[in-house]
């Protein structure tokens, strides 16, 4: 089983719906989670990070975790152009050595139509 | 001023040269990371150097050696390079992992590998 995993997409909505994007991940130990931005020709850029079950807001974004389900999700509300990217899913894993790592999903290229 | 930075940001070269990507970073941060991103946007870590030491070296050929001179440095020195290299290679930094870090990473531009 891949350590994370994210329906590759690509995600297509208008302008002003709602886009979900999803993440499943494969160690019930891992703690941290992360969901990063890039941009076509850019670098990835930390837009939300969740750390404990339920929901966390910040702006037109909310983070979503389930840690029984081992279930990650973003969802960005009142979508707009500019949101248009590869949104990547991170997850903190811990290596045999004991060292932490973070591992990230292949990604979802959302677009969003005006 | 840029967080972290990467020189060069584009590589065209031949297959069997060898080839260097510096990573300087001036956030203070205690670990830095070397990430590669295929052609289908998968990014995967390669390295990882907790305070110059190496903590994380995933199963990449030993054609890859990175070096951490201080910890806001680190570089990756690729030996004879195969097609299957090009890629874009993303240095990080993060200030670490514990109960006040959260492992968030700052990424460089990311340096472009073409192997002809």
């Known amino acids: 089983q891949k350590e994370v995993e994210q329906n590759s997409g690509p995600l297509s909505v208008p302008e002003g719906a709602i886009a979900s994007l999803n993440c499943t991940y494969s160690d019930r130990g891992s703690q941290s989670f992360f969901w990063y931005r890039q941009y076509s020709g850019k670098s990835p850029e930390l837009i939300m990070s969740?750390?404990?079950?339920g929901d966390k807001e910040d702006g037109r974004f909310t983070a979503q975790l389930n840690k029984a389900s081992q279930y990650v999700s973003l969802l960005i509300r009142d979508s707009q152009p500019s949101d248009s990217a590869t949104y990547l899913c991170?997850?903190?894993?811990?290596?045999?050595?004991?060292?932490?790592?973070?591992?990230f999903g292949k990604g979802t290229k959302l677009t969003v139509n005006p | 001023d840029t967080a972290v930075s990467q020189t060069p940001k584009y590589l065209v070269t031949q297959m069997g040269n060898d080839k260097s990507i510096k990573c300087e970073q001036n956030?203070?941060?205690?670990?830095m990371y070397w990430y590669k991103q295929d052609s289908k946007k998968f990014l995967k870590i390669m390295f990882s150097y907790n305070n110059k030491e190496l903590i994380i070296n995933e199963t990449v050929p030993n054609r890859f050696s990175p070096k951490s001179p201080d910890k806001a440095h680190l570089n990756l020195h690729i030996n004879s390079l195969e097609l299957g290299d090009s890629a874009v290679y993303f240095c990080?930094?993060?200030?670490?992992?514990?109960?006040?870090?959260?492992?968030?990473?700052?990424f460089g531009e990311g340096s472009r590998l073409t192997v002809l």
């Open positions: 956030l203070g941060h205690d670990t």
């Open positions: 990080a930094s993060s200030q670490g992992w514990g109960l006040e870090n959260t492992g968030e990473l700052f």
């Open positions: 969740i750390y404990s079950n």
């Open positions: 991170a997850v903190e894993l811990i290596t045999q050595g004991g060292s932490e790592k973070l591992v």
